[in-house]
């Protein structure tokens, strides 16, 4: 089981307290969104489950997070391990500047996987779970970057797909995509959530409502809701929720 479980998460940048005493379960095989006005933190939330704010000098977190029944706060946590497990598209796409083919070998290399018969299948295997094996398996040497944005897009899910994760975090994955891109990458998540958990941060309340099972809204950076999605956007249990869906604020 790929739960995720939140206890009692704390986060500080500095002085400024950015997670308050967040507590939650993220299913399984299940989407859920992140939802909630700008600076509220969402995104912080997010990147707590890969450890991406130790970029970051000034960050302290208290609590614990469960994946796998590891604590993975725990100063014992091997960072590369787990963002091997819990992969993250970005709201841009990133791919590098390389081939098609080496986008998706790239991770395989560093992660000491070595035989060029298993990055053939990897690759093509890779492409299918994206849906873009059948465009793209002619062009496997065309440079990454002259790819459509969604294309790109795609080839970075497919690039964490490659490595085998458990659980995929998109932050804003279609922030710059046109309406018929977009359309396509949520089905894509769809489809992908038969293997992943996946967890989406979006000011796109539509999208939440399309492709989600579940919903966390946030607020200044507490967890004020969390339920099942047509709980939260037919029968809201906080008037904050419902002020924020409805546009009163945010």
Known sequence: MNDIIVENLNLWYDKFHALEN?????????ITAIIGPSGCGKSTLLRVFNRMNDLIETVRMEGKIIIDDENILSPETDLVALRKKVGMVFQRPNPFPLSVYKN?????EIHGINSEDSFDNIVENSLKSVLLWDDL??????????LSLEQQQRLCIARLVAVKPEILLMDEPCSALDPV???????LMIELKKNYSIVIVTHNMQQAARVSDFTAF???GELIEYNDTNNIFTRPEKKQTEDYLTGRYG
Do not use: H, P, Q, W
């Open 22 to 30: 967040v507590s939650m379960k993220i299913n399984d095989k299940k």
């Open 104 to 108: 998706i070998t790239f991770g395989l």
């Open 137 to 146: 398996k002619d062009k496997l040497k065309k440079s990454a970057l002259e």
């Open 181 to 187: 891109s977009t359309a396509r990458i949520e089905e």
């Open 218 to 220: 946030m607020y200044l």
